[in-house]
Nanobody
Framework: QVQLVESGGGLVQPGGSLRVSCAASGSIFSINAMGWYRQAPGKQRELVAVITSGGRINYADFVKGRFTISRDNAKNTVTLQMNSLRPEDTAVYYC??????????????WGQGTQVTVSS
């Protein structure tokens, strides 16, 4: 069983910064990609940023230059630093991890989500 526990998020004014972090725990053999998705009210969940175990990163166009994703492979954690936040960044942010068990089976795990609200 794997758990993804998120922390951070909250309320910030436009132009401000927030950091969200996610820690994976459980019977993990390895983790390939870890990333962040978000879902705003009435909208579909969308990719924000993803990073592989090798450090390859992909950002959604709408966060390039503003958000930075990083991970600690030894601790199974991933962090999203969000700068220059805009009201349209308001959403629930979900951590995601592509996990491999020692049995060879794989699972795509999700965190419970953390609210990020950008408002004056």
């Amino acid at each position: 069983q794997v758990q993804l526990v998120e922390s951070g998020g909250g309320l910030v004014q436009p132009g401000g910064s927030l950091r969200v972090s996610c820690a994976a725990s459980g019977s993990i053999f390895s983790i390939n990609a870890m990333g962040w998705y978000r879902q705003a009210p009435g909208k579909q969940r969308e990719l924000v940023a993803v990073i592989t175990s090798g450090g390859r990163i992909n950002y959604a166009d709408f966060v390039k230059g503003r958000f930075t994703i990083s991970r600690d492979n030894a601790k199974n954690t991933v962090t999203l630093q969000m700068n220059s936040l805009r009201p349209e960044d308001t959403a629930v942010y979900y951590c995601n991890a592509d996990i491999l068990y020692s049995s060879g089976s794989r699972v795509r795990a999700w965190g419970q989500g953390t609210q990020v609200t950008v408002s004056s």
